[in-house]
């Protein structure tokens, strides 16, 4: 059973640091994708940043590169999200998800099977 705990979501004043992490359990992910999605109120969820495992190649949304940086531990099966910079429009709820495949045609990470619950990161002004 797959299971993904995200931790480390808080409030923060524009400007601010946090580090998001999620500790995967139940699955053996060298050959697949994992990354971190967010989802503000009223608007869809999207994806912020994933990486391909095996190769370590890491992708991120235009609104969030050089700010955020996406990478794992391996001896602790954690995978982590270092969002610097952060400003209002980063306020979303993030959720780690993992077991997606890596489309080698378009260079990107798709198809996520499991998600976490969710942690929430609110930026103030």
């Known amino acids: 059973q797959v299971q993904l705990v995200e931790s480390g979501g808080g409030s923060v004043q524009a400007g601010g640091s946090l580090r998001l992490s999620c500790a995967a359990s139940?699955?053996?992910?060298?050959?697949?994708?994992m990354g971190w999605f967010r989802q503000a109120p009223g608007k869809e969820r999207e994806g912020v940043a994933t990486i391909y495992i095996g190769p370590g190649r890491t992708f991120y949304a235009d609104s969030v590169k050089g700010r955020f940086t996406i990478f794992q531990d391996n001896t602790k099966n954690t995978l982590y999200l270092q969002m610097n910079s952060l400003n209002s429009e980063d306020t979303a709820m993030y959720y780690c998800?993992?077991?997606?495949?890596?489309?080698?045609?378009?260079?990107?990470?798709?198809?996520?099977?499991?998600w976490g619950q969710g942690t929430q990161v609110t930026v103030s002004s």
């Open positions: 139940g699955i053996t992910y060298s050959s697949y994708c």
């Open positions: 998800a993992a077991g997606g495949g890596y489309d080698s045609i378009v260079g990107a990470c798709s198809d996520f099977r499991y």
